[in-house]
Protein backbone atom coordinates (compact mmCIF):
# COMPACT_ATOMS: atom_id res chain seq x y z
CA UNK A 1 0.00 0.00 0.00
CA UNK A 2 1.03 3.20 -0.84
CA UNK A 3 -0.12 6.97 -1.31
CA UNK A 4 -0.08 8.47 -5.34
CA UNK A 5 -1.27 11.77 -6.14
CA UNK A 6 -3.55 13.01 -9.40
CA UNK A 7 -1.05 12.55 -12.35
CA UNK A 8 1.60 10.84 -10.22
CA UNK A 9 3.17 7.64 -10.92
CA UNK A 10 4.55 4.75 -8.36
CA UNK A 11 6.33 2.03 -9.87
CA UNK A 12 5.35 -1.56 -8.46
CA UNK A 13 8.16 -4.18 -9.54
CA UNK A 14 8.17 -3.82 -13.49
CA UNK A 15 5.10 -2.04 -13.81
CA UNK A 16 4.49 1.48 -13.40
CA UNK A 17 1.13 2.95 -12.08
CA UNK A 18 -0.48 6.35 -12.61
CA UNK A 19 -3.17 8.20 -10.99
CA UNK A 20 -4.85 9.75 -14.17
CA UNK A 21 -8.35 10.95 -12.45
CA UNK A 22 -11.12 11.06 -9.61
CA UNK A 23 -14.13 11.32 -8.92
CA UNK A 24 -16.87 11.11 -7.13
CA UNK A 25 -20.49 9.81 -7.35
CA UNK A 26 -22.52 10.94 -4.24
CA UNK A 27 -26.07 9.70 -3.83
CA UNK A 28 -27.49 11.67 -1.00
CA UNK A 29 -27.35 14.45 0.35
CA UNK A 30 -25.97 13.45 3.90
CA UNK A 31 -23.07 11.86 2.39
CA UNK A 32 -23.98 8.42 3.87
CA UNK A 33 -24.38 6.82 0.27
CA UNK A 34 -20.63 7.91 -1.65
CA UNK A 35 -18.52 6.62 -4.29
CA UNK A 36 -14.90 7.36 -5.39
CA UNK A 37 -13.57 5.97 -8.00
CA UNK A 38 -9.92 6.04 -9.57
CA UNK A 39 -8.93 5.89 -13.09
CA UNK A 40 -5.35 4.09 -13.58
CA UNK A 41 -2.95 3.67 -16.24
CA UNK A 42 -0.97 0.71 -16.15
CA UNK A 43 2.15 0.33 -18.20
CA UNK A 44 4.57 -3.26 -18.24
CA UNK A 45 7.32 -3.07 -20.58
CA UNK A 46 6.55 -6.14 -22.03
CA UNK A 47 2.81 -6.37 -22.15
CA UNK A 48 1.79 -2.46 -22.54
CA UNK A 49 -0.17 0.42 -21.32
CA UNK A 50 -3.93 -1.19 -19.87
CA UNK A 51 -6.31 1.20 -18.10
CA UNK A 52 -8.46 0.37 -15.37
CA UNK A 53 -10.87 1.50 -12.75
CA UNK A 54 -11.41 0.50 -8.89
CA UNK A 55 -13.44 2.38 -6.19
CA UNK A 56 -13.65 3.28 -2.84
CA UNK A 57 -17.62 2.72 -1.88
CA UNK A 58 -18.92 4.24 1.54
CA UNK A 59 -22.46 2.63 2.92
CA UNK A 60 -23.38 4.71 5.87
CA UNK A 61 -20.56 3.42 8.08
CA UNK A 62 -19.41 0.59 6.10
CA UNK A 63 -16.54 1.14 3.92
CA UNK A 64 -15.99 -1.58 0.63
CA UNK A 65 -13.31 -1.67 -2.02
CA UNK A 66 -14.00 -2.65 -5.60
CA UNK A 67 -10.78 -4.07 -7.06
CA UNK A 68 -9.72 -3.52 -10.75
CA UNK A 69 -8.14 -6.86 -12.59
CA UNK A 70 -6.06 -6.63 -15.42
CA UNK A 71 -5.94 -10.06 -16.48
CA UNK A 72 -3.34 -10.07 -18.88
CA UNK A 73 -1.14 -8.51 -16.65
CA UNK A 74 -1.93 -10.43 -13.89
CA UNK A 75 -2.36 -8.17 -11.16
CA UNK A 76 -5.40 -6.36 -9.17
CA UNK A 77 -5.99 -2.54 -8.12
CA UNK A 78 -7.20 -1.41 -4.78
CA UNK A 79 -8.33 1.63 -3.86
CA UNK A 80 -7.28 1.19 -0.18
CA UNK A 81 -8.61 4.49 1.61
CA UNK A 82 -8.45 8.37 0.92
CA UNK A 83 -5.80 10.43 2.17
CA UNK A 84 -5.94 13.59 4.18
CA UNK A 85 -3.76 15.40 1.54
CA UNK A 86 -5.99 16.80 -1.70
CA UNK A 87 -6.08 14.69 -4.90
CA UNK A 88 -4.33 11.64 -3.57
CA UNK A 89 -5.10 7.99 -2.59
CA UNK A 90 -4.15 4.72 -1.09
CA UNK A 91 -3.27 1.99 -3.78
CA UNK A 92 -2.89 -1.15 -3.16
CA UNK A 93 -1.33 -3.64 -5.78
CA UNK A 94 -1.50 -7.19 -5.75
CA UNK A 95 0.04 -9.93 -8.31
CA UNK A 96 -2.49 -12.95 -7.94
CA UNK A 97 -1.12 -16.68 -6.71
CA UNK A 98 -1.57 -19.85 -8.37
CA UNK A 99 -4.30 -21.40 -6.68
CA UNK A 100 -2.69 -25.39 -6.80
CA UNK A 101 -0.52 -26.65 -4.90
CA UNK A 102 2.18 -28.96 -6.57
CA UNK A 103 3.14 -32.34 -5.27
CA UNK A 104 5.83 -34.48 -6.22
CA UNK A 105 5.51 -38.08 -6.08
CA UNK A 106 8.64 -40.44 -5.45
CA UNK A 107 7.92 -44.43 -5.85
CA UNK A 108 10.04 -46.07 -3.49
CA UNK A 109 11.75 -48.72 -5.25
CA UNK A 110 12.31 -51.63 -2.71
CA UNK A 111 8.81 -51.37 -1.46
CA UNK A 112 8.40 -55.17 -2.60
CA UNK A 113 10.97 -56.17 -0.40
CA UNK A 114 9.03 -54.33 2.36
CA UNK A 115 5.59 -55.86 1.83
CA UNK A 116 7.60 -59.67 1.93
CA UNK A 117 8.90 -58.69 5.30
CA UNK A 118 5.41 -57.80 6.69
CA UNK A 119 4.33 -61.42 5.13
CA UNK A 120 7.36 -63.50 6.99
CA UNK A 121 6.44 -61.47 10.05
CA UNK A 122 2.66 -62.17 9.59
CA UNK A 123 3.12 -65.84 8.58
CA UNK A 124 5.31 -66.60 11.88
CA UNK A 125 3.05 -65.11 13.79
CA UNK A 126 0.51 -67.12 12.69
CA UNK A 127 3.16 -70.20 13.26
CA UNK A 128 3.72 -69.19 16.62
CA UNK A 129 -0.23 -68.83 17.70
CA UNK A 130 -0.81 -72.62 15.92
CA UNK A 131 2.08 -73.79 17.96
CA UNK A 132 1.04 -72.46 21.20
CA UNK A 133 -3.05 -73.36 21.08
CA UNK A 134 -2.00 -76.86 19.67
Not at 51 to 56: E, R, T
Not at 63 to 76: K, L, Q, S, W
Not at 104 to 128: C, D, Q, R, T
Request: aromatic share 12%; with cysteine; proline share 4%.
Amino acid sequence: KQYIGLKQKLVYGSYTISLDSIWVNVKDKDYKDVDIFAGLTVGHPAIGIRKAVCSFVKRGEQYYNRDAFIPAMNIALRFEMTSDKPRTIELGAYEQKPDFIVLKAIIFPWINMLWLGAIIMLSGLVLALYKRIV
